[in-house]
Nanobody, 127 residues
């Protein structure tokens, strides 16, 4: 099991940017999949972006393509989510997740049952 701690959330105006970080408590091996999810009070939790630790292959939900970038620093066991051109609908609690069995996704959603989760960091975008 890996302990995950998110940071970098905050309040920003529409069109602004934020960079989220997720620090892992131990070495993340190449067979891991890591991802960012988000949830707002009136919506179900949704996968936002995912990345394979081994090859850096990425997946994004349609609503953030071209605006968000997921990346990882393997040496420091840290996951990032760069969020640009933020919109009010991006307002949510953002969670980092990790799963050792690797990544799988369809066009529309992640297909992984993630076992390790962080506590979340709030992102609020105002108009």
């Amino acid at each position: 099991q890996v302990h995950l701690v998110e940071s970098g959330g905050g309040s920003v105006q529409a069109g602004g940017s934020l960079r989220l970080s997720c620090a892992a408590s131990k070495y993340i091996s190449s067979d891991y999949c890591m991802a960012w999810f988000r949830q707002s009070p009136d919506k179900e939790r949704e996968g936002v972006a995912a990345i394979t630790i081994a090859g850096g292959n990425t997946w994004y939900v349609d609503s953030v393509k071209g605006r968000f970038t997921i990346s990882r620093d393997n040496a420091n066991n840290t996951l990032y989510l760069q969020m640009n051109n933020l919109k009010t609908e991006d307002t949510a609690m953002y969670y980092c997740a990790a799963e050792r069995t690797g990544c799988a996704w369809s066009t529309r959603r992640l297909l992984v049952d993630f076992g390790d989760w962080g506590q979340g960091t709030q992102v609020t975008v105002s108009s």
